[in-house]
């Protein structure tokens, strides 16, 4: 296998002999060499390793690890089991385990700019996301055709003021119940109140159209080209109850000048909201992040 | 001359044959054509044009003329004399004129970080910039032996809450009086008072440690950590009453990881800092900035 | 109309009112004085200026001139033609003159890789190229359904040894006479005799997945991997007889490791590509480029 | 500690408690169990951990690893002999195990050019690199004075195509025995002979000014602008006996238009080359990175 990037779970390896492993815990001598013994022991070979700590004194530990075990899609439940009882519970480890074989199942949400949707739409079927894309959610019925094209199905539920709880219920009918690993904001334009927040259940990446904390909540492009900055940027993170203020996950930016109305920046910024929302998705969907506190850990 | 970049006023060029023409206006037909058969008329040879409207409809119209005309240097005031008659005073235009084979006359404010001061005073000597540095002051008396080194005095005035009035007195002794053509703040850790910048009556250019508007005021690379941006950048812009928010000249960035300390960042930072703030001068000193409002069209 | 980028004819601008100038001749004096008295005299406002000398003394100059004339869409014919006589002939000129209402008619010739192809038409849809996309040339069939969904005709063109001349007489046939202003080649896997480049008539922009002059020719993602560079790149350039050595319009890079395999270069490749392919194409149809021998002048 | 990026041997932590670990062997499963458990045993606490494989079956395994181990340093000797008896040995593995507490001893090889040795003297003196300058050499005596005041020797060996010989003896003399861990040659113009380069038992970093293998040889800036790139760039790598075609460590790049001159292009490209150089050096002298093949692993 010729490279991290594509180690775990390119959609041509489903041979279900790769998993991926994703631990946390307080930071202490051993962690490193408990953990690969009892993988070694287990006959796996470690393909790629990643690992962080904030302090090796006191600190928080992070580990990912992607490895291959033939057969180990359909003995994962033993895995975990044996693995919390000989090596994390012991250690106060958090950890999560998955098969890289098997596709993220995503739901998307979006309003009507489709930069941001078509370009998942069309890296998925390219096989460039390991994921599949099993609904797109949106408050308007504009993007349907452009959708079922691809194949997924298109669920229109209209948001108005007075109408936001049912619409949620409706969105929580439709997404919620563990039915997805992830759910994208790909340039929706409604705010998700608490209380969906709370009873989803399923980790949230949003594209803001700006380099956050500048520029947060509304009008970006045109509050950029008002203060005359010479670059702009986009940032996806995970939805918390505090607007714009979640993890980040990945930022990027684009040079502008006087010259580049705010009509320019929105279409210059369509580029990059779409990179770097792709790019989000992607470590996602390949169990590359964990979240500390309010940052992320991207391996 | 092979470039615009090196059109007007690279130290070697010193035969005083050169001028750069800064227009601003209402903009309305007819405004190149008056300008450009000004010179024609005097047989100057354009050698560089750029141009700006912020709308042809009612807006305001920024012009950049670098031209060649045997002895112009000599004849500056001649020239700014008939242009206003001819060409400016009828039609409402602020323009400056310069002779490009005159450097700028700069005086550098520092604080105890040595690295955007020895940029500046190494591309200097090395003739990348088309300034004189011909003081330094500093809050600090660390940094004499090496400002001296390149010839350069250094004016060591301390600040104190106290005496930060009498400070200002002498910075304005050594500084104000049309002395200078610009001050730059190098890492400048103190603010200047209304007073001092109603009464200096020279372009002053900051240099930020973030990417403005982010993280404004004190802790930018402390703060950037905590929030978990994975770019940090830095913001070049003339200084005015209020605190990082004046006319954004230049800004740039780098990419940063969860594994950078707000150390790293510091010092990841810093290589940001002496880039944008050595284009921020080099641009001012070639005069390609007109200021438009709180943005900069930069030419 | 608060920009230069989108002055000159962006799809809702269509009131033949905008015209865009491009000259290029030996530098002297008076040129643009000549040039914009002719404007001025006509009552046109410039709305952008962009100009560029090789050297003042003997060398090229170069102009883009976007300008505003009433009704100038329908008097372009006498306008060329006063021009001609009044501006250019007398000084060796030469110039285009366009209607910014008008787009550009472009072909596009593909092979079997569709992001280049599908980024071209997704924009033109937007509305972000300023052109229509009139017909898609292919030697494969792969791509007819995709091409057809955004109602562009597909010709699919097989070529092969063989028949390369039969085929090339056909693409003659559907691309020549004057029936494009443009014809690009979006990963079109096929070498154009010169027998071709002589009677088409039109210009051809092609993408080149490396950044040129490195890995010209054949599998340059591969040969990047071996070389182990830690950039790759992508290169838009005019289409010569020499093959990957015509003038190079646009070229961009992204950052890669030994982690990345070629498969992993292909696909961040391909993003490269389909940015600097729309770049180039972009600026050709607002008649932003100016050959000069092997190089452009972008304005 | 809170970084990676520092946390093995920035000049403060001085304690020789920390070493860095460099492996590499043949691929296989319970290479990491078995480096792990070693260390494990002695009561390291491991702090960071890199680790790539060209392909886990059949392929080539490289890791990093910084851990902390209470007086390591004067341990290191009894510490190699056994990981080679217990680990390294049974697996054919080669590696390094180095004091991180130890700053890399330097020395710089220079022409006349000054921007990418100062930049290197002036970061060491900041404590950004692990090293210590402990000579330079020169074909020119221009330098002397600017180097000899930061405290380091500097030796004058002309080199004329009659006494080259004579030179890198004298060369040899002086860097050569072990005397330093790397040489760096930050714009040496002289082309090192192949006798030279078997003798001197050390590596050998290069600065070249082009994007590799984009204008190697000589000239790059001219002949950058002769094809009218629209990105120029600098290339680190280590020196093998093919010029300018040894292992790629850092590359970089910066855009450039018509408008630049080649002039222009070399001093826009002076600001990359000492960039580049700077990381190349940096990691180095942080065991960052591991030659495989022709290519760099770079951790």
């Not at 408990?34 to 600190?59: H, K, V």
Request: with cysteine.
């Amino acid at each position: 296998m010729a490279s991290a990037t594509t180690a775990a779970g390119t959609p041509g390896q489903r041979a279900h002999d790769t998993a991926r492993l994703l631990v946390s815990c307080a930071d202490g001598p051993g962690i490193v060499a408990a953990i690969t013994t009892f993988l070694a022991d287990r006959g796996a070979n470690i393909i790629t390793s990643d690992q962080y700590s904030t302090d090796p004194e006191g600190g928080r530990f992070f580990m990912r690890l992607v490895f291959h075990l033939p057969g180990v899609g359909g003995a994962l439940g033993e895995l975990r089991e044996a693995f919390d009882r000989e090596v994390a519970a012991p250690r106060g480890m958090r950890f999560h385990v998955n098969d890289a074989a098997v596709p993220k199942r995503v739901a998307v949400m979006v309003s009507r700019y489709d930069h941001c949707l078509l370009d998942l739409l069309w890296r998925t079927r390219r096989g460039e996301l390991d994921m599949e894309i099993g609904l797109v959610v949106s408050n308007w019925p504009d993007l349907a055709a452009e959708v079922e094209r691809f194949g997924v199905p298109y669920e229109h539920v209209p948001v108005t003021k007075e109408t936001k709880p049912q619409a949620e219920e409706r969105e929580l009918e439709l997404m919620g119940g563990g039915a997805f690993d992830l759910i994208v904001l790909a340039r929706y334009m409604q705010v998700l109140s608490s209380d969906f927040l709370d009873r989803i259940g399923t980790p949230i990446i949003n594209i803001h159209h700006s380099f956050l904390p500048a520029f947060a909540g509304a009008g970006p492009y045109e509050r950029a080209k008002e203060r005359g900055v010479k670059l702009i940027g986009a940032t996806a993170h995970y939805v918390t109850e505090d607007l714009d203020e979640g993890p980040i996950i990945e930022q990027d930016v684009i040079r502008v000048s006087h010259r580049d109305s705010a009509e320019d920046l929105t279409r210059m910024g369509a580029d990059i909201e779409r990179q770097v929302l792709n790019r989000a998705v992607k470590w996602h969907c390949e169990d590359r992040i964990l979240v500390h506190g309010n940052s992320t850990v991207v391996f």
